[in-house]
Structures are given as C-alpha cells and as structure tokens.
C-alpha cells in the first residue's frame, strides 16, 4: 500500500468543501419509528484503520460517510450521505429541480427537509432521474406530492422494471450480500460499499417520467433552468444521461464518472454493461462539455471543480474502461479465459495510483471476467466445461478423491497456515457442499472467508465474505428489503402480465391450455394470455373463445398477480380457469442459501 498517495488530501478537501449542516441526528426512521438509514452508525470511521479493514477501503469509506447539505456551485445543491446515492437540488425560478431522490421515500424526505431548513421551503417544480437504478428513483414519492415534470432518459421505465422486478428476488438476496445488509457496523463488520455506506431500507416508489430525453444535444428548460443532455445507454446502466447547467457552468455525470472502478457487472447480478461504449461517451462528455464546465458532480461521491481538474478526472476514467476493455480482448484473442486474464492483469502505472481509479466497487477481477462475458458466454472453450456436474454433486466427487470432508479440512487448513486462504476456500466450498452438516469444516470456511474480507480493497467483496461467513456461523438472516409495491403500481399491462409469466412452474403446467382474455378498463387495454406447453404467452385478443374473459382495473390487476382477490372484477367464462393459471405461479424465495446447498 506504500505506493498509494495517502498523504494527498484533496479529496478530503473536496468532500468537505461547500459544507453547510448535517442532519443531527444522521438517524431517518420510517412512520413505525423503525431506522430506514443510520450514517450514525458510522462514527467509528474516525478512528484509525484498524487491521481488520484494508486501509485504502477505510479512506474511501470515511469519504463516503461524510453527511449532510453541500453548495457545489450558487443555485446548486447536494445532500449526500442519507442513502447510498447522493439527491441534488437545482433551484430554478418558482421552487427546486430534484435529481435522483435517493431510495426511499424517508430518506428522500430527510433530504429535501434539510435543504428547506438552510435555502427556505422551496417547492419541487420537477424530478430528473439521472438513469433506472433504484437508488436515482425509489424515494421520488418523497418529494413529490403533485404532478410535476418528471425527466428521464429514453427506455427508463423498462429497465428500471427489468432490472427491480423480473429478476429482482435474486439480485434482492444477492444484494443483501453485496451491501452488508444484516452486517453490524464496524472494524470487523460492515464499513461501507465503495459507492457509498450502504442502501437503506424505507418505501420504495416510482412514478413514471413525463418528458424522455432522446437524443444527445436536446435542450430542456425546467422552472427557468437551461439543461443539454447527452444520452449515454448501455453505460453504467442502460438507460442513463449526463448533463450540463449552461448558466452554472456545472455538468452533472450522473453515474458514468464517479470517484472509484464501477462495476462493469455488479455482483448482485445485472446484464454485462458495455465498457467500450462507456469509454466512448465520457470522450463524448469531454468533447461536448469539457470546455464549458467548472463544477463536474455525480450522483455518488463529491463533486471535481476546475476546468484541467475535471479533464483529467474524465480522461483517466475514459481511459479506465477502454483499458479493461481492449486489453480483456486483446487476450482473449491470444486464448486466455476470463479468470486467466484477471490473475494477469494489471492497469498502467497512473491509473493505479489515481484513487479514483481504485476497485472500491467494482474491481479489475470481476470486471475483467464481465468483459468476457460479454463476448465470449459462459463458456470457456474447454470441452471439460461443457456439462459439468452441479456444485452439489462436483464437490461430494471431489471431497472423495481428497479421501473425506475430514481430509479436506484438514488440507485446506494447511493452505489457510500458508497464508493460501483462496484456495482454503475452494477446498472448503466443497466439503460444505458434500456435507453442510460438518461443524469443522463450516467453522473453519467462515474464518477463511472472514480473513478474506478483513483483506479486501474491494467494499462489496468484503461485504459478500462477511456476510458468508456470518451465514455459516448463524444460518440465513430473513431477507430485510422486498420488492415495493410502489414499484409494482408503476408497470405496465405487459410487464404485470411478465411477472406471473416468469414465476409459472412450467413442468407442472405443460400438459394443460388455458386462454384467458384481460380487459383491463381505466387504461383500455384488451390482451390475452394463451398457457401452452408450460409457457405463458401474450398476444392480442383473437376470434377462438376464452376460457375465461376478465374486466377489471389495472389495481385489481396488480392485485391478482399478487396473490390478492380483489372484489368486483368482472369475470365471464370458467372461474377456476384463473384459480388454475394462478395456481401454476411459485412463489420466490427471497431467502434461498447461497454459501451452503
């Protein structure tokens, strides 16, 4: 670590620059007085780096644990620090602009109630929502009370769906990994995730945009506030915009440049982000605003100021992604795998010194294999890994040719003594996973993974060996965060439709037809549903006679395919035919093993 620039604090500088006040207590509960985010839990960051937390990690986290409301420039304000991302307010003519109203509806109300205490009660004239990741959306129910111009990037409401709803009871679970979730805070615990602290846990919303941006250079005045935006899809999410405050001299990079490696696929899991793509729109972003911008902030971390600073700042990250990307390719054409090439690679010598270049979120390792995946699947060319036995059954053929889960244990504590823990920890994985019942060897996999996150550089590796850990000593903790029905409320016919589709049980379903039309009334929407060999698919309404024919609204629709019976819906045909359908849907399980079978 003596190669790193400890001693440079300008970006302590920067995070402190602006200050105004703190919320106190930094404690937002929900309406049943439970905490929805605590920053005060973070106290102990003031101390020394104890020799539990990587020392680059615990700087980065003390960065991020800075709470409170920042002028970034006149006219522009941050509150950072009361969620994972951070809420900036633009004040405009008649009230404020808000950009990115955090996760929860409480801690988005927190926010916006400690900028009226220092800048007056402004009114919310608009919502920017910077790209369709949660944390830039889930609390615009508290901020907003009536309609008012909400901005988006074009396609924001399809992957902000996709990527919360359709597969989100997995990323949910593997998300409470990633963040620490059920983590205490602490020198051997949770101290952050890179990003920021951690994600709170209050109401989720969404209301849908009302004006898309949909092309680079569109110009939209807000309450009196020129804004240029520049589209950048398939970047750090697949909808996503930058933007640029002509007057203020201020461009906001939403998530596209903040001050650590993003993820080029999140460990929660997501589709593989386009790192090459990446690169070219901050080159973009340099070309378009560079000249004209003083004040560069995003919606994580502290803002850049001055013109060479910013420059550099966006070249470094330009450079960073096209670098992962281009030489990830460069040998994978030369026959390396994914996880060769990330035991190889290493960044040039100014990138790996630039602390804003440093894997606090995502990491050269998984963002390296992310890129190969991208190109090159799953699948790594050997005919070896064609059809590989299940982990279950791999590691009970493993721990036998080892000669037991007993010898294992015992080689892989030899490894451990070595200082080898990564393979410590393979070994163990499989002696877990042939017997979960061994005490040893789930006792001994916890410590390695532990000593393993005590080492990581990287916040979300840390949290994922922590909490696995924690899961092998004391089994699953109950999931804490679920899908929001504020979220649901804000699908469409269509992707309410997807959601039962995805959860039918198709083995148990494909031997039966089922036809059932919906006329869904206050949004004049007639679809039908065909079962047919175990899939459940949509198309429009034909001349062959339902089994069923339901009028109803889309509440009660949201209702149904959430396992409610609202009353008054509409229903011609044979009734059990729904019961049927419905009866076909699994429930998901938000709190399915991951370190053990």
Same mark, same amino acid.
């Given at each position: ?11 302590f ?10 919320? +106190? ?10 905490a929805?985010?605590?920053?005060d839990?973070?106290a ?12 680059s990690?615990?700087?980065?986290s003390?960065?991020c ?9 006149p006219?522009?304000?941050q509150?950072?620090?009361l969620?994972l991302s ?9 009230? %404020? ?12 109300a ?22 369709s990741?949660?944390?830039h959306?889930g609390?615009v ?41 059920v ?17 709170? %846990? ?12 949909t092309?680079?250079?569109? +110009? ?7 804004i ?9 999410a ?8 002509p ?54 971390h ?45 960044l040039?010598?100014?990138l ?23 190109y ?7 005919p ?6 299940p982990?279950?059954?791999?590691a ?8 037991? %889960?007993?010898r294992?244990v ?14 410590a ?6 002696a877990v996973?042939a017997?979960?019942?061994?005490a ?7 410590d ?9 550089e990287?916040?979300p590796?840390?949290?994922?060996y ?13 999931n ?17 439709l ?5 959860r ?10 089922l036809?059932?039309?919906?006329? %869904?009334?206050?949004?004049d ?12 698919v ?5 001349t ?39 009866d ?14």
């Open positions: 670590m003596s190669e790193l620039p400890f001693a440079d604090r300008t970006d500088e920067d995070a402190d620059r602006g200050f105004i006040a703190a919320l +106190e207590p930094g404690v937002v509960q929900d309406e049943r007085g439970r929805v985010w605590n920053n839990a973070y102990f960051l003031a101390g020394d780096c104890p020799e539990t937390v990587h020392p990690l615990w700087r980065q003390q960065l644990a800075k709470q409170g409301l920042y002028e970034v420039v006219g522009i304000y509150v950072r620090g969620d951070n809420m900036t307010l633009v004040e405009g003519d008649r009230g %404020v602009i808000v950009i990115d109203p955090l996760i929860s509806t409480e801690t988005a927190a926010a916006l109630a400690l900028y009226r205490a220092h800048r007056g009660d402004r009114p919310v004239t608009a919502v920017i929502y910077t790209h990741h949660v944390d959306f609390g129910a508290g901020v907003v009370s009536e309609p008012v111009p909400i901005l988006a990037p074009a396609g924001f409401t399809e992957h902000a769906v996709s990527e919360n709803v359709y597969a989100g009871t997995a990323m949910t679970r593997r998300g409470n990994y990633m963040y620490g979730m983590l205490k805070k602490g020198p051997t615990g949770q101290v952050g995730t890179g990003l920021g602290q951690t994600t709170s %846990v209050g109401t989720v919303s969404l209301i849908p945009p009302t004006v898309d941006i092309r680079t250079g569109q +110009e939209e005045t807000v309450d009196g506030v020129r240029r935006f520049q589209l950048t899809p398939g970047t750090e697949p909808a996503e915009m930058n933007f640029h405050f007057e203020h001299r201020a461009l906001c990079m939403a998530e596209n440049a903040t001050h650590n490696m993003h993820n080029v696929l999140t460990l929660r899991g997501a589709q593989v982000r386009d790192a090459r793509n990446w690169s070219r729109y901050l080159t973009e972003a340099l070309a378009l605003f560079g000249s004209d911008a003083e004040v560069a902030f995003a919606s994580h502290w803002p850049t100021w001055g013109r060479e600073r910013i420059a550099q700042h966006l070249t470094e990250q330009r450079d960073l992604y096209a670098y992962l990307h281009d030489q990830t390719l460069r040998l994978i054409n030369r026959g390396w795998t994914g996880t060769e090439i990330a035991e190889r690679f290493e040039p010598p100014a790996e010194s630039a602390w804003h270049a440093r894997g606090y979120y995502g990491s050269v390792s998984h963002n390296v294999k992310a890129v190969y995946q991208r090159m699947g799953w699948f790594d060319g050997n070896a890994s064609l059809w590989e036995h982990p279950v059954e791999s009970k053929r493993y721990v036998d040719c080892l000669g037991g %889960v007993d294992v015992e080689k892989a504590a030899e490894y451990a003594s070595a200082g080898d823990l990564r393979f920890a393979q070994l163990l994985k499989h996973f017997e979960p019942d061994h040893a060897a789930k006792d001994l996999l916890a390695t993974y532990q000593q393993l996150g005590f080492g990581a990287n916040g590796w840390r949290n994922f922590l909490t696995g850990a924690q899961e092998l000593r004391n089994g699953v903790t109950p804490p965060i679920s899908i929001s029905g504020g979220i649901l409320a804000a699908l469409t016919v269509e992707q309410l997807d959601s039962v589709a995805i039918i049980d198709g083995p148990r379903a494909a031997g039966t037809r036809v059932l039309d919906w006329h %869904v009334t206050d949004v929407e007639h679809v039908r549903t065909t079962l047919s060999n175990g899939a459940l949509q198309e429009p309404v034909g062959e006679p339902a089994d069923l024919v339901l009028t109803l609204t889309k509440p009660q629709l949201l209702a149904l395919v959430t396992g409610q019976r609202p009353a008054d819906v509409d229903q011609q045909g044979d009734h059990e035919a729904l019961t049927a359908l419905l076909f849907a699994d429930d998901p399980d938000p709190d399915f093993p991951i370190v053990t079978p």
